[in-house]
């Protein structure tokens, strides 16, 4: 087992990654403070791995949410059945919420987790690749709107963070390719000899090689827990970790939750901005090619909905958080390895990217 840490003084919280994971009852137990435990799940994964985590708490009073699955659902009315068993249980200040699913469960129980009583403790066990590598590190969690993704949430850290990497054995290729999106991300961003170990490595990821795997995992996690803990709330260098995302988001809300995969859209977007880099004048065309190249062998889409044009895209990037005073901001690239800080862009140049960019 590997051992991370995100450092945030008492808030601090340890990332545990490896094979075999769930079954390992201390692993929970030393972060569970009272006797009161809700797991949150959904029907797809509670099935696969419930029982698991069960087995390791029969010493607690458990009570179970089994939420429906889907991007779809991660909304406010889904959060009110959370606080619903919260509370007819009778779960006091000192309860523990559990989040075993992905990205949209972690989310979703952290959030839950941040408001019930005004925050109980709470542990993340993610169960796909993008959780293990990104969202259950960091204490970003929320809900969508229907005018904007993830724009009602709030900033609060995990006891820990559990990747059992045995998991992801049951997850689809598709959702093995979204996580990669966010991969590549960590590559671009601040890591250029990762990035290029990508460009090796990326077949031996797609057919799932597990020295691989977990060498992705730690590596992303590792990046994912040194930004945080330079920037816990996003007020400087947290932000790259955005890149592509406004793009991404707008084609998430654009065509309907759940329509595209979060890593399949973020996965265009990351195209979308490395296009307007070059635009810019600071990515090589050499370089933009890299990346998308890398971005289809991941098994992802390259190219943005025909069906969101140029005016729709704008509309939809004007409801983003890193926008100030209405004015779109975008994390863009200076080459690979290195991302900008948010950038006000010239309305002209991106309407240019968003009619040119896969539109031919
Ligand atoms: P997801 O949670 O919808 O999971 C993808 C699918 O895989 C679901 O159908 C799920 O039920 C299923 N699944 C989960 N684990 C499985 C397993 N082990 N085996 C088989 N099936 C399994 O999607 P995701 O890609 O994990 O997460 C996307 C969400 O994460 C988005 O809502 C996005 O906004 C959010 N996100 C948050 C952050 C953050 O910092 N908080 C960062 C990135 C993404
Ligand atoms: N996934 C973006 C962040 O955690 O900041």
Same mark, same amino acid.
């Given at each position: 087992?590997?051992? =991370?840490?995100?450092?945030?003084?008492?808030?601090?919280?340890?990332?545990?990654?490896?094979?075999?994971?769930?079954?390992?009852?201390?692993?929970?137990?030393?972060?569970? +403070?009272?006797? $009161?435990?809700?797991?949150?799940?959904?029907?797809?994964?509670?099935?696969?791995?419930?029982?698991?985590?069960?087995?390791?708490? $029969?010493?607690?009073?458990?009570?179970?949410?089994?939420?429906?699955?889907?991007? $779809?659902?991660?909304?406010?009315?889904?959060?009110?059945?959370?606080?619903?068993?919260?509370?007819?249980? +009778?779960?006091?200040?000192?309860?523990?919420?559990?989040?075993?699913?992905?990205?949209?469960?972690?989310?979703?129980?952290?959030?839950?987790?941040?408001?019930?009583?005004?925050?109980?403790?709470?542990?993340?066990?993610?169960?796909?690749?993008?959780?293990?590598?990104?969202?259950?590190?960091?204490?970003?969690?929320?809900?969508?709107?229907?005018?904007?993704?993830?724009?009602?949430?709030?900033?609060?850290?995990?006891?820990?963070?559990?990747?059992?990497?045995?998991?992801?054995?049951?997850?689809?290729?598709? $959702?093995?390719?979204?996580?990669?999106?966010?991969?590549?991300?960590?590559? =671009?961003?601040?890591?250029?000899?990762?990035?290029?170990?990508?460009?090796?490595?990326?077949?031996?990821?797609?057919?799932?090689?597990?020295?691989?795997?977990?060498?992705?995992?730690?590596?992303?996690?590792?990046?994912?827990?040194?930004?945080?803990?330079?920037?816990?709330?996003?007020?400087?260098?947290?932000?790259?970790?955005?890149?592509?995302?406004?793009?991404?988001?707008?084609?998430?809300?654009?065509?309907?939750?759940?329509?595209?995969?979060?890593?399949?859209?973020?996965?265009?977007?990351?195209?979308?901005?490395?296009?307007?880099?070059?635009?810019?004048?600071?990515?090589?065309?050499?370089?933009?090619?890299?990346?998308?190249?890398?971005?289809?062998?991941?098994?992802?889409?390259?190219?943005?909905?025909?069906?969101?044009?140029?005016?729709?895209?704008?509309?939809?990037?004007?409801?983003?958080?890193?926008?100030?005073?209405?004015?779109?901001?975008?994390?863009?690239?200076?080459?690979?390895?290195?991302?900008?800080?948010?950038?006000?862009?010239?309305?002209?140049? =991106?309407?240019?990217?968003?009619?040119?960019?896969?539109?031919?």
């Amino acid at each position: 087992m590997k051992q =991370l840490h995100v450092e945030l003084g008492d808030r601090s919280y340890p990332i545990y990654i490896g094979s075999q994971l769930l079954n390992q009852a201390d692993l929970y137990t030393r972060h569970i +403070k009272s006797r $009161q435990v809700l797991i949150v799940t959904n029907e797809t994964v509670a099935p696969l791995y419930l029982d698991k985590v069960l087995q390791s708490l $029969q010493a607690y009073q458990i009570e179970t949410v089994i939420l429906a699955d889907g991007e $779809q659902y991660k909304t406010l009315d889904t959060l009110g059945r959370i606080f619903d068993k919260l509370l007819v249980a +009778k779960f006091s200040r000192n309860a523990t919420l559990i989040a075993l699913g992905g990205g949209v469960i972690g989310d979703m129980g952290g959030f839950a987790a941040a408001c019930y009583q005004r925050g109980i403790a709470f542990l993340q066990i993610p169960t796909t690749l993008l959780a293990q590598v990104d969202s259950s590190v960091g204490g970003k969690t929320g809900v969508n709107h229907p005018l904007g993704k993830n724009m009602i949430g709030a900033f609060y850290q995990p006891q820990c963070v559990l990747a059992d990497t045995d998991v992801l054995d049951t997850l689809d290729d598709r $959702q093995l390719s979204a996580g990669l999106a966010e991969v590549i991300k960590y590559g =671009l961003i601040r890591d250029a000899d990762f990035f290029v170990w990508l460009e090796h490595s990326i077949d031996a990821l797609r057919a799932r090689d597990k020295n691989a795997l977990a060498h992705a995992i730690e590596h992303s996690c590792r990046n994912k827990a040194d930004i945080v803990a330079e920037d816990e709330t996003e007020t400087g260098v947290r932000a790259t970790l955005n890149l592509g995302h406004t793009f991404g988001h707008a084609i998430e809300t654009g065509t309907g939750y759940g329509a595209y995969l979060h890593g399949e859209a973020v996965a265009i977007g990351i195209c979308q901005a490395a296009e307007l880099s070059m635009r810019k004048g600071w990515l090589s065309r050499q370089d933009l090619e890299r990346i998308i190249a890398l971005v289809r062998r991941a098994g992802l889409p390259v190219i943005p909905p025909a069906a969101l044009d140029s005016e729709r895209f704008l509309e939809l990037m004007a409801v983003d958080k890193k926008n100030l005073d209405g004015r779109i901001r975008l994390i863009l690239l200076e080459k690979i390895g290195k991302a900008t800080l948010p950038v006000y862009i010239d309305r002209t140049l =991106l309407e240019l990217t968003l009619n040119t960019y896969g539109r031919n």
